[in-house]
Nanobody, 126 residues
């Protein structure tokens, strides 16, 4: 059974950091692309970052470039999103999603992703 499970969300002050994890199972992680998306109340879903395999190429939304870093651990079938210099505008539910088989660079269009996790809440507040 294919699963994606997010963790690591929470409450953080502006300027703080969080690291989200997306643990996956049920598909061949090595050739997958994993993306992070977020949705704030009253706003549309936004693609945040993605990473493909085995090349490991990455893609970032302009709003998070230089602050967020995506990485993957193929031995643990897990993708991480390190989020630094968080702002109030980063408050959202964060979801990870998978394209089980992808060659080439990943994209930030949610419609490209087949499987989704349940999400983890990130709240940035003073």
């Amino acid at each position: 059974q294919l699963q994606l499970v997010e963790s690591g969300g929470g409450l953080v002050q502006p300027g703080g950091s969080l690291r989200l994890s997306c643990a996956t199972s049920g598909f061949t992680f090595t050739y997958s692309a994993i993306g992070w998306f977020r949705q704030a109340p009253g706003k549309e879903r936004e693609g945040v970052s993605c990473i493909s395999n085995p090349i490991g190429s990455t893609n970032y939304a302009n709003s998070v470039k230089g602050r967020f870093t995506i990485s993957r651990d193929n031995a643990k079938n897990t993708v991480y999103l390190q989020m630094n210099s968080l702002t109030l505008e980063d408050t959202a539910i964060y979801y990870c999603a998978a394209i089980p088989l992808l060659s080439g660079r990943c994209n930030l269009s949610g419609n490209s992703y087949t499987y989704w996790g349940q999400g983890t809440q990130v709240t940035v507040s003073s």
